[in-house]
């Protein structure tokens, strides 16, 4: 899967739990010990909080403003993309536009702007073509830290007139970049923008434990956040988050005191099934059936958390605003059959949703494959919710 802000832990978690089940099986000979062993690993890689990128990419020639890859399924999406790759200290990324040729053996694409990359090297696909902060999309910002329960938060304030402010919450092991797509939509709509970390974040403060606790602490962040954009002078909260950033915001939803200021809310590949989520990444690697249920035993055991509560369909949050989902069916980090069948509940559950599907892309890819296209989206739905 292509590595934007937030999906290259789910490239490591696939990768790794597939290794890891070579070593548990090799290790463990009794089939019980070997079984506890492979779901100890699997909760370790879900609950690890630190960032590996991976390039497995080859950039095989940059001539005439466009840059050869070796074609996959994944170098082969539509859309526009970052390039991202490893260079001497430090990295290097580009903006490539749509496949303009393609064979069984490259795929083609203009180089748009940004770095300019060598042949020859690793790279990765990158959903977030744009770094390192708003003055990237041609905005204003301001350098703030949130005061929240484990200490000073940074965030980046994008200020406008409104007075219904956005607050942006990124995905598991992403970071705060994965927002620049949308920034410049919603700045055109007067809408204040609170670009926010959370616990385990680079610069902001560990977890305790020094594990992702997956929404079930994290949504006490969001609250800190949603509580000064108040301080602030916001009336009315949007929020708008990418894959776990939907879990950590319909935690927020359900057991903050503040959930009833939020006016609307989007959500972009969210995952609002821990257990579907689960199943799917063991699926990928062909792992045992019953290894995810023993993998959230374990997890439920080590961090306290109770899946069952992030179930957004079965049990839905306490407070229900206006939602737009948003999910690409070739997601093969989050299942999109999650979002659609909480989209068809929607009704049943008294919460006003409403759904769009992307075709092809992958993981929080939807803006990516057609960016006019999902920000009309996105804007349409806000200039009615919050008319």
């Given amino acids: 899967m292509p590595a934007a802000p937030g999906i290259i832990s789910g490239v490591m978690l696939l990768r790794r739990v597939g290794a890891g089940l070579?070593?548990?099986?090799g290790v463990g000979a009794g089939v019980g010990a070997g079984a506890a062993g492979i779901g100890w690993f699997y909760s370790s890689v879900l609950l690890d909080t630190s960032a590996r990128p991976v390039f497995p990419e080859r950039v095989l020639a940059v001539a005439d403003g466009a840059v050869t890859l070796a074609a996959n399924r994944l170098t082969a999406q539509p859309g526009t993309w970052g390039l991202r790759w490893a260079a001497d200290g430090g990295s290097g990324l580009a903006v490539l536009g749509p496949v303009a040729g393609a064979s069984s053996r490259e795929v083609v694409r203009p180089l748009l702007g940004g770095d300019r990359p060598e042949p020859g090297s690793a790279a990765v696909l990158d959903a977030g073509p744009y770094d390192p902060d708003p003055a990237a999309r041609?905005?204003?910002f301001e350098d703030v830290d949130v005061p929240g329960p484990l200490g000073l938060y940074p965030a980046w304030l994008?200020?406008?007139?409104g007075d219904t402010w956005v607050v942006l919450?990124?995905?598991?092991?992403?970071?705060?970049?994965?927002?620049?797509?949308?920034?410049?939509?919603?700045?055109?709509?007067?809408?204040?923008?609170?670009?926010?970390?959370?616990?385990?974040?680079?610069?902001?403060?560990?977890?305790?434990d020094g594990y992702y606790h997956l929404g079930d602490t994290?949504?006490?962040?969001?609250?800190?956040?949603?509580r000064f954009?108040?301080?602030?002078?916001?009336?009315?909260?949007?929020?708008?988050?990418?894959s776990m950033g939907g879990a950590v915001t319909g935690a927020f939803l359900d057991r903050s005191a503040d959930a009833a200021r939020v006016a609307a809310v989007i959500w972009d590949a969210p995952l609002v099934d821990w257990r579907a989520t689960l199943r799917q990444q063991a699926r990928n690697r062909r792992l045992p059936p019953g290894l995810s249920p023993l993998a959230s035993a374990v997890t439920?055991?080590?961090?306290?958390?109770?899946?069952?509560?992030?179930?957004?369909?079965?049990?839905?949050?306490?407070?229900?605003?206006?939602?737009?989902?948003?999910?690409?069916?070739?997601?093969?980090a989050v299942p999109v059959s999650a979002s659609r069948a909480l989209a068809v509940a929607g009704p049943e559950l008294r919460w006003p949703l409403r759904y769009l599907e992307v075709p092809l892309v992958e993981h929080t890819a939807s803006w990516n494959a057609d960016p006019s296209a999902y920000e009309r989206a996105v804007t349409s739905f806000l200039d009615e919710v919050l008319a």
């Fill in 22 to 25: 070579g070593v548990g099986l």
């Fill in 138 to 140: 041609g905005l204003p």
């Fill in 158 to 161: 994008v200020p406008a007139e």
């Fill in 169 to 208: 919450v990124h995905g598991r092991g992403g970071a705060r970049r994965e927002a620049l797509r949308i920034l410049p939509a919603l700045h055109a709509l007067g809408l204040p923008q609170l670009v926010i970390t959370y616990r385990n974040d680079v610069d902001a403060p560990p977890s305790p």
């Fill in 218 to 226: 994290e949504w006490e962040d969001v609250e800190a956040a949603v």
């Fill in 229 to 242: 954009a108040v301080d602030r002078g916001a009336r009315r909260i949007v929020l708008f988050g990418w």
């Fill in 300 to 332: 439920s055991r080590r961090i306290g958390i109770d899946f069952d509560r992030f179930d957004l369909r079965r049990n839905p949050p306490a407070v229900r605003p206006p939602t737009l989902v948003v999910h690409s069916a070739g997601d093969t």
